[in-house]
């Protein structure tokens, strides 16, 4: 296809990491900092055609990180990481329906990151780093 000219759909002071896009670009999910020199970090869920934002998440003190959307156009469920508890986890976050789903790893040690959904949506990889050693789980 052709790029056509760009357009703003944000515009923030606050400093921002991404964006990551759903797979049919409707929505662009950003982290956006609490403030200057935060290193708090929630999620601003964009609607690309109109730049309304859709919702901001925020995690109380801890920090979130966008991983990506649900391969499946209209699908609105972005995995995420969160530190909220002092340590690392995964979570689902449905934008277009405003609920969120923590990954239970409680028996897990060490940080566990999203790394990618599977093809058809039904899956996550998961990257555990425990003890100097990496760990992929499904």
């Given at each position: 296809?052709?790029?056509?000219?760009?357009?703003?759909?944000?515009?923030?002071?606050r400093?921002?990491i991404?964006?990551?896009?759903?797979?049919?670009?409707a929505i662009?999910?950003v982290?956006?900092?609490a403030?200057?020199?935060?290193?708090?970090?929630?999620?601003?869920?964009l609607?690309?055609?109109?730049?309304r934002?859709?919702?901001?998440?925020r995690?109380?003190?801890g920090?979130l990180?966008?991983g990506?959307?649900a391969?499946?156009?209209g699908?609105?469920r972005?995995?995420?990481?969160?530190?909220r508890?002092?340590?690392?986890?995964p979570?689902?976050l449905?934008?277009?329906?405003?609920t969120?789903t923590d990954?239970?790893?409680?028996q897990l040690?060490g940080?566990v990151?999203?790394?990618a959904?599977s093809p058809?949506?039904?899956?996550?990889?998961l990257?555990?780093?425990?003890?100097?050693?990496?760990r992929?789980?499904?």
């Amino acid at each position: 296809g052709v790029l056509g000219s760009p357009r703003r759909i944000h515009r923030s002071a606050r400093f921002l990491i991404g964006p990551v896009f759903s797979h049919d670009g409707a929505i662009a999910v950003v982290a956006a900092s609490a403030g200057t020199g935060s290193l708090q970090f929630g999620l601003v869920a964009l609607d690309t055609a109109s730049g309304r934002i859709i919702d901001e998440i925020r995690d109380g003190e801890g920090r979130l990180e966008a991983g990506e959307f649900a391969p499946s156009a209209g699908d609105g469920r972005l995995v995420a990481y969160s530190n909220r508890t002092g340590v690392g986890r995964p979570l689902v976050l449905d934008i277009t329906s405003g609920t969120r789903t923590d990954i239970a790893l409680d028996q897990l040690e060490g940080e566990v990151y999203p790394a990618a959904w599977s093809p058809n949506g039904r899956q996550v990889l998961l990257i555990q780093f425990a003890r100097a050693v990496q760990r992929f789980l499904i």
